[in-house]
C-alpha cells in the first residue's frame, strides 16, 4: 500500500509493522545506474528484474539490521528489534553489517546474537568480517578469543584479514600491538601472510626495534617463507646501526651460507652503519672484500667510507682514499667534496676545507649550499663566529643561503652570548625572503637558556606570532626546563599551565624537569603533585622520569618512598637499567643501608647490566661503607681490567675504606696510583688519609699529608682540621691542638660545633675544665649550637671540677632547649650530684635516668650508693643497690677472670709498701687469710664474693672508701649484732642473700 511519501513503505504481515525510510538510501537509482551493496559497487544496468528486485532486499535487509544496531546500546530492547525482523539471519547478512559496524563491542555482540538466533557456527567469511572490525577500531581485547574458536572451527585468517589487522596497527604507530597479533596467530598455529611479516618488519626497523624484527625473521624461515637480501639488508643495518656487531655479522654469515649473493647495496650499508659506531676495521674488511669478488665501488661506496675515517680521525687515510676516488674523474661527486670538507673542518683544517672549495670550482662545479652549511657547522663547533660571518658573506656569490643556513649562525651567535648579532641575523632572514621556523625559535630559546639570558628568551617566546610560527613541545620544554633549572620554578610552572591552555599535552620530558626542579629548589611537596598530576592526566612515566624521580626522592632523604619508585618502575613494565640500579644503591648508601649493596650488585649482574663507570662508583662506594673492602678493591681492579677510568670518586671510596680499617699503608700506595696518574685529588681523599693516620696516633704522618694538601693548593676544609684536632687530642696533645686550632682560624676555615666539641673534651680530659668553660662561652657567642656530646662533655667536665651548680644549671638549660641528654650526659651529674653530697638530687635524676630507658653505668650506682648510705637514705639506697644487684648477676661470667687478675697483680707487687693499709690491700687480705682474720671468719667465701664483684665493677675511690668502712670500721664493732646487720645491709644490697639480722651467723663473734 503506498502513502502520500514515496520513500515510505508500509509492509504488512501477521507478525507487526516495520516501516523502512528507503528514499535516501536508494537515492542513486534515480538514474539506474548503481549503488555500493556489501562494500562492493554494483551495477544494475543489463541486470534482469528479478536479479535487480534480489540486489534491492539484500540491501534493505543490511539497511534494517544497521538502523537497529545504531538506535541504542546494545540490551533486551535492542535483542527484540532484531528478532522483529524476517527470517533467520544468512551469511551474507551477517558479514555485511560487519563490514559496516565500528564499534567493536557491538559487532561482538550482534556476532553472539546471531550464533544464539541460529543455533549454528559462524562461516569463515563471518569471523574474518569480525576481526576487521577488531582492527578498524584498533581494540583487540578479545582477540584471541576469536582466533581460538576459528583455529577450533579448522580455519584461520585469510591474508587479507592479517595484513590489514597489522597495517591498521603499523599506520597507529602500535607496533607491539602488531607484533602481539602476530604472536597470537602463531600461537593458534596459523600462518600470517608474507607481506604482514615484511610489513611489520620495515616499520620496526624504522624505531630500530631489533629483538622483534630477528624473532619475527626467524619466524619467517620456520614457517617456509623465501627470504630476501632485502630482508636480510633490514636486518643487519638495524642490528649494526645499534652497534650490536656479533648480531649482525651473524646475520651476514647466516645469508651467505644459504647462498645469497651480497650485492652493493648490502656492502654499503655495512660500510656505512659499522663505521658509524666505530667499527672502522671491520667497515675497511667489506670494502677489500667487494672489491675482491669483483664489485666495483661507487660513489656512496667511496662517500660513506670517507665519512667514516673523518669521523674516527683517521683524516689521511680520508684523504688518501678521495684522491684515489676523484683522481680520474671529470666530474667531482658533490656528495664527497660535502663529506671531506665536513672531515677537514671537523678536525679544525679550515684552510684544507677553503682549499677543497676552490678544487671544485676550478673542476667547474659551485659549490653548493650543503658544503658551506657543513663549513659553518664545524666553525660553530669551533666557536669562531667571526670566520663563520665572513664565510658566510662569501658564500653569498656562490649559493644562497637557506634556512638551515641562517639558523647554523644564530645558534653560533647564541651560544657565544651574541643575541643583538643573532637578531640581525633573524632579521637578515626575513629580509632574504625567509620567515624563522619553529627551529629557529628553539635554537634561540635553548642557546638563551644555557646562556642564563632568560628575559631574553621569554621575550622571544612572547614575541612569537602564532599566525605564522606556533611554539611547538620543544619550545615550552626548553623554555620550561631554563627557567626551572636557574631556579625560577613558578614561572616554569606557569609557562606549564599556559601550554595546557593552548590545548598541547605535556611529554613525559616537560614533566621530569618539572620534577626535578621543584625537588632541587626544596619543594619537595610540589615535585610530588606534578608526579600525581603527571598520572591524573594520563600521561605515561618513561624510565627516564622513574629514574630521575626515584633520584630527587633518595636525595630528600625519602628513603622508603625511593624504594617504592623503584618497584613502580618494574610494576611500569620497565626493566631497571643500570641508573636505576646506581640511584638506588647511592641512594641507600647514603641512608646508612650499605649493606644491601651486595645483593643490588649481584641483581644488576643476574639482569646482564653492563657497569658504567658510574655505577662502579656507587657499588664500590656501598663495599667500603659496608665493610666489604676487599670486595671494593676486587671491583677497583674488574673496573680497568674493563676499560673504565678509576674516577677520584673512585679512589676516594677505597681510599676512604681502607683508611677506617687501619690498612693505611695500602690505602697510601692507592693514593699514590691516583697521583700518578693524573687524577686530580680533592680535599676529600687528603681528609681521608689524615682521618686515618691521625687515629692510630701516627700525627707526622698526618702533618705531612695536611703539608702536601696545602701545596697543592687546596685549602684544608672543616673535616679536614676536625681530624686533625681529634688526633691530637686522643694522643693528649692539646697544646700542640690549640696551636691547631689557631691555625685553622687564621686559615679563614670557621670553627663548627664539632671542632669546639673537640678542644672541650680534650681539655676536659687534662683537667682543663675552667679553659674548657671558655672555649664553650666563645661556642656560644659565635651561634653554634653545641650539639649532645658538646654538652656531655662540658657537663662532665663541669662536674668533676666540682662546679656542680654551673655544670647542673647547664644540664637543665640544655633539656630546656629541646635536647635529648645521652646516658653519659646522666651519668656524669649523679656522680657529680654524688660527690658534693646531694644524694637526694642524685637520686632523683637516677630515676629519670631509668624512666627514659637509658643506661646506669655500674661505678654510677655505686657512687651514689656511697653519698645515699652517708645521707642515711635506705630506701633509696636499695632501689640503687637492687639496679646495682641485677648488674652485677649480668655479668656473672666475669668474676672468675676477676680472681685471676687479683692474682695477676698479687704477683707484680700490688702488696708493696705504698699500697699497704689502702681498701684495696685490705681486700686482699680477706681474700688470702693473711690477715684481718676476724672479719673473714666472719662473712665466707659468698661474702668475699659479693665484695670483689663490687670492686670489680667499680673503677673508683668512692667503691674502695665504702668497701673500707664496711670491712674494717663497722667490723670492729663488738656488739655482734650490729656487726651482722652492717653484713646483712651490704649483702641485701648486692645480691640475694640470706637475711643474716635474723639468724646472725654463728661465727660472727667479737
Given at each position: 500500500?503506498?502513502?502520500?511519501?514515496?520513500?515510505?513503505?508500509?509492509?504488512?504481515?501477521?507478525?507487526?509493522?516495520?516501516?523502512?525510510?528507503?528514499?535516501?538510501?536508494?537515492?542513486?537509482?534515480?538514474?539506474?545506474?548503481?549503488?555500493?551493496?556489501?562494500?562492493?559497487?554494483?551495477?544494475?544496468?543489463?541486470?534482469?528484474?528479478?536479479?535487480?528486485?534480489?540486489?534491492?532486499?539484500?540491501?534493505?535487509?543490511?539497511?534494517?539490521?544497521?538502523?537497529?544496531?545504531?538506535?541504542?546500546?546494545?540490551?533486551?530492547?535492542?535483542?527484540?528489534?532484531?528478532?522483529?525482523?524476517?527470517?533467520?539471519?544468512?551469511?551474507?547478512?551477517?558479514?555485511?553489517?560487519?563490514?559496516?559496524?565500528?564499534?567493536?563491542?557491538?559487532?561482538?555482540?550482534?556476532?553472539?546474537?546471531?550464533?544464539?538466533?541460529?543455533?549454528?557456527?559462524?562461516?569463515?567469511?563471518?569471523?574474518?568480517?569480525?576481526?576487521?572490525?577488531?582492527?578498524?577500531?584498533?581494540?583487540?581485547?578479545?582477540?584471541?578469543?576469536?582466533?581460538?574458536?576459528?583455529?577450533?572451527?579448522?580455519?584461520?585468517?585469510?591474508?587479507?584479514?592479517?595484513?590489514?589487522?597489522?597495517?591498521?596497527?603499523?599506520?597507529?604507530?602500535?607496533?607491539?600491538?602488531?607484533?602481539?597479533?602476530?604472536?597470537?596467530?602463531?600461537?593458534?598455529?596459523?600462518?600470517?601472510?608474507?607481506?604482514?611479516?615484511?610489513?611489520?618488519?620495515?616499520?620496526?626497523?624504522?624505531?630500530?626495534?631489533?629483538?622483534?624484527?630477528?624473532?619475527?625473521?626467524?619466524?619467517?624461515?620456520?614457517?617456509?617463507?623465501?627470504?630476501?637480501?632485502?630482508?636480510?639488508?633490514?636486518?643487519?643495518?638495524?642490528?649494526?646501526?645499534?652497534?650490536?656487531?656479533?648480531?649482525?655479522?651473524?646475520?651476514?654469515?647466516?645469508?651467505?651460507?644459504?647462498?645469497?649473493?651480497?650485492?652493493?647495496?648490502?656492502?654499503?650499508?655495512?660500510?656505512?652503519?659499522?663505521?658509524?659506531?666505530?667499527?672502522?676495521?671491520?667497515?675497511?674488511?667489506?670494502?677489500?672484500?667487494?672489491?675482491?669478488?669483483?664489485?666495483?665501488?661507487?660513489?656512496?661506496?667511496?662517500?660513506?667510507?670517507?665519512?667514516?675515517?673523518?669521523?674516527?680521525?683517521?683524516?689521511?687515510?680520508?684523504?688518501?682514499?678521495?684522491?684515489?676516488?676523484?683522481?680520474?674523474?671529470?666530474?667531482?661527486?658533490?656528495?664527497?667534496?660535502?663529506?671531506?670538507?665536513?672531515?677537514?673542518?671537523?678536525?679544525?683544517?679550515?684552510?684544507?676545507?677553503?682549499?677543497?672549495?676552490?678544487?671544485?670550482?676550478?673542476?667547474?662545479?659551485?659549490?653548493?649550499?650543503?658544503?658551506?652549511?657543513?663549513?659553518?657547522?664545524?666553525?660553530?663547533?669551533?666557536?669562531?663566529?667571526?670566520?663563520?660571518?665572513?664565510?658566510?658573506?662569501?658564500?653569498?656569490?656562490?649559493?644562497?643561503?637557506?634556512?638551515?643556513?641562517?639558523?647554523?649562525?644564530?645558534?653560533?651567535?647564541?651560544?657565544?652570548?651574541?643575541?643583538?648579532?643573532?637578531?640581525?641575523?633573524?632579521?637578515?632572514?626575513?629580509?632574504?625572503?625567509?620567515?624563522?621556523?619553529?627551529?629557529?625559535?628553539?635554537?634561540?630559546?635553548?642557546?638563551?637558556?644555557?646562556?642564563?639570558?632568560?628575559?631574553?628568551?621569554?621575550?622571544?617566546?612572547?614575541?612569537?606570532?602564532?599566525?605564522?610560527?606556533?611554539?611547538?613541545?620543544?619550545?615550552?620544554?626548553?623554555?620550561?626546563?631554563?627557567?626551572?633549572?636557574?631556579?625560577?620554578?613558578?614561572?616554569?610552572?606557569?609557562?606549564?599551565?599556559?601550554?595546557?591552555?593552548?590545548?598541547?599535552?605535556?611529554?613525559?620530558?616537560?614533566?621530569?624537569?618539572?620534577?626535578?626542579?621543584?625537588?632541587?629548589?626544596?619543594?619537595?611537596?610540589?615535585?610530588?603533585?606534578?608526579?600525581?598530576?603527571?598520572?591524573?592526566?594520563?600521561?605515561?612515566?618513561?624510565?627516564?622520569?622513574?629514574?630521575?624521580?626515584?633520584?630527587?626522592?633518595?636525595?630528600?632523604?625519602?628513603?622508603?618512598?625511593?624504594?617504592?619508585?623503584?618497584?613502580?618502575?618494574?610494576?611500569?613494565?620497565?626493566?631497571?637499567?643500570?641508573?636505576?640500579?646506581?640511584?638506588?644503591?647511592?641512594?641507600?648508601?647514603?641512608?646508612?643501608?650499605?649493606?644491601?649493596?651486595?645483593?643490588?650488585?649481584?641483581?644488576?649482574?643476574?639482569?646482564?647490566?653492563?657497569?658504567?663507570?658510574?655505577?662502579?662508583?656507587?657499588?664500590?662506594?656501598?663495599?667500603?661503607?659496608?665493610?666489604?673492602?676487599?670486595?671494593?678493591?676486587?671491583?677497583?681492579?674488574?673496573?680497568?681490567?674493563?676499560?673504565?677510568?678509576?674516577?677520584?670518586?673512585?679512589?676516594?671510596?677505597?681510599?676512604?675504606?681502607?683508611?677506617?680499617?687501619?690498612?693505611?699503608?695500602?690505602?697510601?700506595?692507592?693514593?699514590?696510583?691516583?697521583?700518578?696518574?693524573?687524577?686530580?685529588?680533592?680535599?676529600?681523599?687528603?681528609?681521608?688519609?689524615?682521618?686515618?693516620?691521625?687515629?692510630?696516633?701516627?700525627?707526622?704522618?698526618?702533618?705531612?699529608?695536611?703539608?702536601?694538601?696545602?701545596?697543592?693548593?687546596?685549602?684544608?676544609?672543616?673535616?679536614?682540621?676536625?681530624?686533625?684536632?681529634?688526633?691530637?687530642?686522643?694522643?693528649?696533645?692539646?697544646?700542640?691542638?690549640?696551636?691547631?686550632?689557631?691555625?685553622?682560624?687564621?686559615?679563614?676555615?670557621?670553627?663548627?660545633?664539632v671542632t669546639y666539641s673537640i678542644i672541650i673534651n680534650g681539655l676536659c680530659m687534662v683537667r682543663k675544665f675552667n679553659k674548657a668553660f671558655v672555649f664553650w662561652q666563645e661556642m656560644q657567642k659565635k651561634d653554634l649550637k653545641p650539639n649532645t656530646i658538646t654538652y656531655t662533655t662540658m657537663i662532665s667536665g663541669l662536674a668533676k671540677a666540682g662546679n656542680i651548680a654551673d655544670a647542673y644549671g647547664l644540664f637543665e638549660r640544655f633539656k630546656k632547649s629541646g635536647g635529648v641528654p645521652d646516658s653519659g650526659c646522666y651519668n656524669a651529674m649523679i656522680e657529680g650530684l654524688s660527690n658534693t653530697n646531694r644524694a637526694m638530687d642524685a637520686y632523683t635524676l637516677f630515676e629519670e635516668t631509668?624512666?627514659?630507658?637509658?643506661?646506669?653505668?655500674?661505678?654510677?650506682?655505686?657512687?651514689?650508693?656511697?653519698?645515699?648510705?652517708?645521707?642515711?637514705?635506705?630506701?633509696?639506697?636499695?632501689?640503687?643497690?637492687?639496679?646495682?644487684?641485677?648488674?652485677?648477676?649480668?655479668?656473672?661470667?666475669?668474676?672468675?677472670?676477676?680472681?685471676?687478675?687479683?692474682?695477676?697483680?698479687?704477683?707484680?707487687?700490688?702488696?708493696?709498701?705504698?699500697?699497704?693499709?689502702?681498701?684495696?690491700?685490705?681486700?686482699?687480705?680477706?681474700?688470702?687469710?693473711?690477715?684481718?682474720?676476724?672479719?673473714?671468719?666472719?662473712?665466707?667465701?659468698?661474702?668475699?664474693?659479693?665484695?670483689?664483684?663490687?670492686?670489680?665493677?667499680?673503677?673508683?675511690?668512692?667503691?674502695?672508701?665504702?668497701?673500707?668502712?664496711?670491712?674494717?670500721?663497722?667490723?670492729?664493732?663488738?656488739?655482734?649484732?650490729?656487726?651482722?646487720?652492717?653484713?646483712?645491709?651490704?649483702?641485701?644490697?648486692?645480691?640475694?642473700?640470706?637475711?643474716?639480722?635474723?639468724?646472725?651467723?654463728?661465727?660472727?663473734?667479737?
Amino acid at each position: 500500500m503506498l502513502l502520500r511519501n514515496p520513500g515510505i513503505i508500509c509492509r504488512v504481515n501477521s507478525n507487526c509493522w516495520s516501516v523502512f525510510n528507503i528514499s535516501k538510501k536508494l537515492s542513486s537509482l534515480s538514474d539506474g545506474s548503481s549503488f555500493e551493496l556489501d562494500g562492493k559497487v554494483v551495477s544494475l544496468v543489463g541486470q534482469s528484474h528479478e536479479e535487480n528486485s534480489r540486489i534491492i532486499d539484500r540491501r534493505k535487509g543490511f539497511d534494517d539490521v544497521y538502523d537497529i544496531l545504531q538506535s541504542g546500546p546494545w540490551g533486551p530492547a535492542l535483542e527484540n528489534n532484531l528478532s522483529l525482523l524476517d527470517g533467520i539471519p544468512q551469511p551474507e547478512l551477517v558479514i555485511g553489517v560487519l563490514r559496516r559496524l565500528k564499534d567493536v563491542n557491538l559487532a561482538i555482540n550482534f556476532f553472539r546474537w546471531v550464533e544464539k538466533k541460529t543455533n549454528q557456527a559462524h562461516c569463515p567469511e563471518a569471523y574474518n568480517a569480525l576481526l576487521m572490525v577488531m582492527g578498524r577500531s584498533k581494540r583487540f581485547d578479545c582477540l584471541e578469543e576469536i582466533l581460538g574458536e576459528m583455529s577450533l572451527a579448522g580455519f584461520g585468517p585469510s591474508n587479507y584479514t592479517c595484513i590489514e589487522l597489522v597495517a591498521s596497527c603499523v599506520k597507529s604507530k602500535k607496533l607491539r600491538e602488531a607484533f602481539d597479533i602476530i604472536q597470537t596467530m602463531r600461537k593458534f598455529k596459523f600462518r600470517p601472510a608474507f607481506s604482514a611479516y615484511t610489513t611489520l618488519i620495515g616499520a620496526l626497523s624504522a624505531v630500530h626495534e631489533c629483538d622483534p624484527m630477528l624473532t619475527l625473521f626467524h619466524q619467517m624461515q620456520e614457517l617456509g617463507y623465501e627470504v630476501t637480501v632485502h630482508l636480510f639488508t633490514t636486518l643487519i643495518r638495524v642490528f649494526a646501526r645499534e652497534g650490536r656487531v656479533d648480531a649482525a655479522l651473524s646475520l651476514l654469515d647466516e645469508m651467505k651460507s644459504n647462498s645469497f649473493h651480497v650485492d652493493i647495496v648490502l656492502y654499503n650499508v655495512c660500510i656505512d652503519c659499522f663505521g658509524k659506531v666505530g667499527k672502522v676495521d671491520i667497515a675497511w674488511k667489506f670494502f677489500h672484500e667487494m672489491k675482491a669478488h669483483g664489485i666495483t665501488p661507487d660513489d656512496v661506496t667511496y662517500t660513506s667510507m670517507i665519512g667514516v675515517l673523518c669521523k674516527a680521525n683517521r683524516l689521511e687515510e680520508a684523504v688518501e682514499m678521495f684522491e684515489q676516488m676523484d683522481q680520474n674523474r671529470k666530474v667531482p661527486c658533490v656528495y664527497a667534496y660535502n663529506t671531506m670538507i665536513m672531515g677537514y673542518g671537523s678536525a679544525g683544517k679550515f684552510d684544507e676545507a677553503y682549499r677543497l672549495l676552490d678544487r671544485q670550482k676550478g673542476k667547474g662545479c659551485i659549490p653548493s649550499v650543503i658544503a658551506y652549511n657543513s663549513i659553518l657547522t664545524c666553525l660553530g663547533k669551533k666557536g669562531k663566529a667571526t670566520e663563520a660571518s665572513r664565510i658566510f658573506e662569501e658564500m653569498k656569490k656562490d649559493a644562497m643561503p637557506n634556512l638551515t643556513t641562517y639558523n647554523i649562525l644564530i645558534d653560533m651567535l647564541c651560544k657565544a652570548g651574541n643575541l643583538e648579532d643573532a637578531l640581525k641575523v633573524r632579521d637578515a632572514m626575513k629580509e632574504a625572503g625567509l620567515f624563522p621556523n619553529v627551529m629557529t625559535v628553539n635554537i634561540m630559546i635553548d642557546r638563551l637558556c644555557k646562556a642564563q639570558k632568560l628575559d631574553e628568551a621569554c621575550s622571544i617566546f612572547e614575541g612569537m606570532d602564532h599566525k605564522i610560527c606556533s611554539p611547538d613541545d620543544v619550545t615550552f620544554c626548553s623554555l620550561i626546563d631554563g627557567l626551572g633549572k636557574h631556579g625560577r620554578v613558578d614561572d616554569a610552572y606557569r609557562l606549564y599551565e599556559k601550554m595546557l591552555d593552548s590545548d598541547r599535552i605535556p611529554n613525559a620530558v616537560v614533566y621530569t624537569s618539572l620534577i626535578r626542579n621543584f625537588f632541587r629548589s626544596g619543594r619537595k611537596e610540589d615535585g610530588h603533585k606534578i608526579y600525581k598530576e603527571m598520572v591524573q592526566r594520563g600521561c605515561s612515566p618513561d624510565l627516564m622520569l622513574l629514574n630521575t624521580y626515584m633520584d630527587c626522592v633518595f636525595k630528600a632523604g625519602e628513603t622508603e618512598k625511593g624504594r617504592a619508585l623503584f618497584e613502580e618502575i618494574k610494576a611500569q613494565g620497565f626493566i631497571p637499567d643500570v641508573q636505576s640500579y646506581s640511584i638506588l644503591n647511592h641512594g641507600l648508601v647514603k641512608a646508612g643501608f650499605a649493606r644491601e649493596t651486595y645483593q643490588l650488585f649481584h641483581a644488576m649482574k643476574e639482569q646482564g647490566c653492563v657497569l658504567d663507570t658510574r655505577a662502579y662508583n656507587t657499588v664500590i662506594d656501598g663495599f667500603c661503607k659496608s665493610g666489604k673492602v676487599d670486595k671494593a678493591y676486587q671491583l677497583l681492579e674488574e673496573m680497568k681490567s674493563k676499560g673504565h677510568q678509576p674516577t677520584v670518586v673512585t679512589y676516594g671510596s677505597v681510599i676512604d675504606g681502607l683508611a677506617k680499617i687501619d690498612r693505611l699503608d695500602e690505602a697510601y700506595m692507592l693514593f699514590e696510583e691516583a697521583k700518578s696518574k693524573g687524577i686530580e685529588l680533592n680535599v676529600v681523599i687528603y681528609s681521608s688519609l689524615i682521618d686515618g693516620f691521625g687515629k692510630v696516633g701516627r700525627i707526622d704522618e698526618a702533618y705531612l699529608i695536611l703539608e702536601e694538601l696545602m701545596q697543592k693548593g687546596l685549602k684544608p676544609n672543616v673535616y679536614t682540621w676536625n681530624c686533625l684536632l681529634d688526633a691530637l687530642v686522643k694522643a693528649e696533645e692539646i697544646n700542640e691542638a690549640l696551636v691547631c686550632f689557631q691555625s685553622m682560624k687564621d686559615l679563614e676555615c670557621a670553627p663548627n660545633h664539632v671542632t669546639y666539641s673537640i678542644i672541650i673534651n680534650g681539655l676536659c680530659m687534662v683537667r682543663k675544665f675552667n679553659k674548657a668553660f671558655v672555649f664553650w662561652q666563645e661556642m656560644q657567642k659565635k651561634d653554634l649550637k653545641p650539639n649532645t656530646i658538646t654538652y656531655t662533655t662540658m657537663i662532665s667536665g663541669l662536674a668533676k671540677a666540682g662546679n656542680i651548680a654551673d655544670a647542673y644549671g647547664l644540664f637543665e638549660r640544655f633539656k630546656k632547649s629541646g635536647g635529648v641528654p645521652d646516658s653519659g650526659c646522666y651519668n656524669a651529674m649523679i656522680e657529680g650530684l654524688s660527690n658534693t653530697n646531694r644524694a637526694m638530687d642524685a637520686y632523683t635524676l637516677f630515676e629519670e635516668t631509668r624512666r627514659k630507658g637509658f643506661n646506669i653505668y655500674t661505678k654510677t650506682c655505686v657512687v651514689l650508693l656511697d653519698a645515699l648510705h652517708k645521707a642515711e637514705c635506705l630506701e633509696q639506697a636499695a632501689i640503687v643497690g637492687a639496679v646495682l644487684r641485677e648488674t652485677a648477676k649480668s655479668q656473672h661470667a666475669a668474676r672468675s677472670w676477676f680472681f685471676g687478675y687479683l692474682a695477676d697483680v698479687q704477683c707484680v707487687g700490688l702488696q708493696s709498701s705504698r699500697h699497704k693499709n689502702t681498701p684495696f690491700h685490705h681486700l686482699l687480705n680477706l681474700l688470702n687469710g693473711s690477715s684481718c682474720s676476724r672479719q673473714r671468719s666472719m662473712m665466707e667465701q659468698p661474702l668475699i664474693c659479693i665484695l670483689v664483684n663490687i670492686l670489680f665493677y667499680s673503677l673508683g675511690n668512692s667503691v674502695d672508701l665504702m668497701l673500707y668502712g664496711y670491712s674494717h670500721s663497722k667490723c670492729t664493732s663488738t656488739n655482734t649484732s650490729d656487726n651482722a646487720f652492717q653484713w646483712n645491709h651490704l649483702l641485701q644490697l648486692t645480691c640475694n642473700a640470706p637475711d643474716f639480722s635474723v639468724n646472725p651467723p654463728s661465727k660472727l663473734v667479737s
